[in-house]
């Protein structure tokens, strides 16, 4: 079974930097796009950033010169450096894994359980 992990949240004062991290564990032979999403108390969950397997990257409007998404293919994680953070930053920070392929099955979409990022001002 497909799994994603998710570590390095935690708490930070304003203007400074948090790396997060995700680890796809399984028999996977290839994930196509990984990505974060963040859900803030009261709002709907919304896209942060994405990295195609090719290497293409999209970015929410408002985090765009601030994170920057990476991945390694090679050890299934994800990454997103998040410099500059804001106090409207603070959220639950979801993995996804969209179109994974693995021995036993495809899947179409795998979410991993969050890791909270609180922003204090």
């Known amino acids: 079974q497909v799994q994603l992990v998710e570590s390095g949240g935690g708490l930070v004062q304003a203007g400074e930097s948090l790396r997060l991290s995700c680890l796809a564990s399984?028999?996977?032979?290839?994930?196509?796009?990984m990505g974060w999403y963040r859900q803030a108390p009261g709002k709907q969950r919304e896209l942060v950033a994405t990295m195609s397997l090719g290497g293409n990257t999209n970015y929410a409007d408002s985090v765009k010169g601030r994170f920057t998404i990476s991945r390694d293919n090679a050890k299934k994680t994800v990454y997103l450096q998040m410099n500059s953070l804001r106090p409207e930053d603070t959220a639950v920070y979801y993995c996804?894994?969209?179109?994974?392929?693995?021995?036993?099955?495809?899947?179409?979409?795998?979410w991993g359980q969050g890791t909270l990022v609180t922003v204090s001002s």
């Open positions: 996804n894994a969209d179109r994974v392929v693995a021995m036993a099955r495809n899947y179409l979409e795998v």
């Open positions: 399984g028999r996977i032979i290839g994930i196509n796009v």
